[in-house]
């Protein structure tokens, strides 16, 4: 699987969009890119994926890329509860389930 | 629809003891995965397994671990003989039988204390 790189660490104020960045420049034409929160040692939360066009769905968008290079999610008026690391994982489409390969993400702090 | 269920929630065990811990997966998911998180790291993919199947355990430790996901029952993860850096947060995934890698949704963890 492609290997990604995000920011430590990013501050948003509440009401106001997050737009978290993912670099995936070795990503290959199969693989795709998926978007994992964790809220203060909770369970992983999905929160949504794509190959090559946009997405939306009720908790975010992804913005891929031409290139599909980068990638950025967006929470379009985050809360407190948005507050939470932020995994960008990129995985292989072998056609079956995989494993998650979970870097070390960016941790958002959404304040007042 | 029920989430992914974990048991216990939290689990203290002294050194050398063994440690069951269960994973129920959502209803009509046939592939659960197992991930460890240490204190303040991320987490690692441990096994994936389908009904009386090992399909990758690459993130296994070879000694004292094991796991299986009987026909019928919850997934069993076992740590025989447990020592203080076995403690972390054991956290199961499910996803159904499908075409395209799926999501995975978590359960909320077991949190293995060893003392």
């Known amino acids: 699987d492609a290997k990604t790189t995000q920011p430590p660490s990013m501050d948003c104020a509440e009401g106001r969009a997050a737009n978290l960045p993912c670099n995936h420049s070795?990503?290959?034409?199969?693989?795709?890119v998926y978007w994992y929160r964790q809220i203060h040692s909770q369970g992983p939360q999905y929160i949504i994926h794509?190959?090559?066009n946009n997405e939306t769905n009720e908790m975010a968008s992804l913005i891929i890329t031409e290139d599909r290079k980068s990638s950025t999610l967006i929470l379009p008026h985050a809360t407190l509860r948005d507050t939470a690391v932020y995994y960008c994982?990129?995985?292989?489409?072998?056609?079956?389930?995989?494993?998650?390969?979970f870097g070390t993400g960016t941790r958002l702090q959404v304040t007042l | 629809n029920a989430g992914v269920m974990q048991n216990p929630r939290h689990l203290v065990r002294r050194r050398g003891q063994e440690a069951r811990l269960r994973c129920s997966p959502m209803?009509?998911?046939?592939?659960v995965y197992w991930y460890r998180q240490l204190p303040e790291e991320g987490l690692k993919f441990m096994v994936y397994?389908?009904?009386?199947?090992?399909?990758?355990e690459s993130g296994m430790p070879k000694e004292r671990f094991s796991a299986e996901f009987p026909k019928e029952g919850p997934s069993i993860l076992r740590i025989q003989q447990v020592v203080r850096g076995d403690s972390a947060a054991y956290f199961c995934?499910?996803?159904?039988?499908?075409?395209?890698?799926?999501?995975?949704?978590f359960g909320p963890g077991t949190r293995l204390t060893v003392t």
């Open positions: 994982i990129v995985r292989v489409n072998t056609g079956t389930a995989s494993k998650l390969t």
């Open positions: 209803k009509g998911h046939s592939h």
């Open positions: 397994l389908q009904k009386e199947n090992i399909i990758d």
């Open positions: 995934a499910s996803s159904p039988r499908t075409g395209v890698p799926s999501e995975q949704y």
């Open positions: 070795t990503i290959s034409g199969n693989e795709y």
């Open positions: 794509g190959l090559k």
